[in-house]
């Protein structure tokens, strides 16, 4: 008998736990960037501009309510973030000449738009007033694409023998989880003139064309943070929300991350040891059961 009223009693608390449970969907915009601090010349003019892109989210949502007002929630997402970044000012750039590379000075525009995909799992704590639903908490974001594209044009400038005439475009298609040390993308060649020298170079370039060894990905695998947004219910299921999500963890790799004005003393790439940071505002629409 004893037996029979404990589980009797088990199968109650389970059916009142899972009555307070909720489960649900939800998408919406991502209005993304990285911040940074942003690099400047002698004169203190700014070297680089970052700007937002749209990506998406979507996913699950499972939440536990202690009242009817309070409880918490957690959420499994696929999330696009990234930014658009250009760079335009004093830059340097090799070239293979008889298998020899040859530094030249210039100035370089260089612009690429960055696709950050993440599967982020929040857990938030809300509060409800009304209609509206307030809520906040913490998240962890794991990368599992990154791209980037975009084109860059230089110019050489009078370097002793190794001027380059002319501007040079290029085309940048990045994938950083792929692409390896020097690799470009085509057959495609562009003729360049460095000093009294004719090269060619490849036209197309891969994220790490510049690189002549492997220092890993640009962009780090883990990124986490706080979040947290109101949401207002149109109806007991149907919601509209916005929420900001600002990441603490450093996103980008500083032995990538090289400084694009000029190279040390020896010709060698300096790299950054700035931290970069995923910023996001995210405007959503979800269903919740």
Request: net charge negative.
């Given at each position: 008998m004893k037996k029979a009223l404990l589980s009797l009693a088990a199968i109650l608390l389970a059916v009142s736990a899972f009555a307070q449970m909720r489960y649900g969907f939800k998408t919406g915009l991502n209005f993304a960037t990285i911040r940074g601090p942003i690099a400047q010349d002698a004169g203190g003019a700014n070297l680089e501009k970052i700007e937002n892109v749209t990506g998406f989210s979507i996913g699950a949502t499972f939440g536990y309510g202690f009242t009817d007002n309070f409880g918490i929630r957690g959420e499994f997402l696929y999330s696009k973030r990234g930014m658009k970044y250009t760079y335009e000012g004093a830059a340097y750039r090799y070239f293979s000449v008889n298998n020899t590379p040859v530094l030249t000075r210039g100035n370089d525009r260089y612009l690429v738009v960055v696709n950050n995909s993440y599967i982020d799992i929040p857990i938030l704590g809300y509060a409800k007033a009304g209609n509206f639903e307030f809520n906040a908490g913490t998240y962890v974001g794991f990368l599992v694409q990154s791209t980037g594209e975009g084109s860059?044009?230089?110019?050489?400038?009078?370097?002793?023998?190794?001027?380059?005439?002319?501007?040079?475009?290029?085309?940048?298609?990045?994938?950083?989880?792929?692409?390896?040390?020097?690799?470009?993308?085509?057959?495609?060649?562009?003729?360049?003139?460095?000093?009294?020298?004719?090269?060619?170079?490849?036209?197309?370039?891969?994220?790490?064309?510049?690189?002549?060894?492997?220092?890993?990905?640009?962009?780090?695998?883990?990124?986490?943070?706080?979040?947290?947004?109101?949401?207002?219910?149109?109806?007991?299921?149907?919601?509209?929300?916005?929420?900001?999500?600002?990441?603490?963890?450093?996103?980008?790799?500083?032995?990538?991350?090289?400084?694009?004005?000029?190279?040390?003393?020896?010709?060698?790439?300096?790299?950054?040891?700035?931290?970069?940071?995923?910023?996001?505002?995210?405007?959503?629409?979800?269903?919740?059961?």
């Open positions: 860059s044009t230089y110019n050489g400038k009078p370097d002793n023998s190794n001027k380059v005439t002319g501007d040079l475009k290029f085309s940048l298609q990045h994938n950083y989880y792929q692409d390896k040390p020097g690799e470009f993308k085509a057959d495609d060649v562009i003729t360049a003139q460095v000093g009294d020298r004719v090269v060619e170079v490849p036209k197309i370039h891969g994220a790490y064309y510049d690189y002549s060894e492997d220092k890993g990905n640009l962009y780090n695998t883990i990124d986490y943070g706080v979040l947290g947004g109101v949401s207002y219910f149109v109806s007991r299921s149907l919601y509209v929300g916005v929420r900001l999500q600002y990441g603490l963890a450093d996103v980008s790799n500083n032995k990538v991350d090289f400084v694009k004005a000029a190279p040390d003393e020896n010709g060698a790439k300096v790299f950054s040891e700035d931290k970069d940071r995923n910023f996001n505002i995210q405007a959503t629409v979800g269903f919740s059961f």
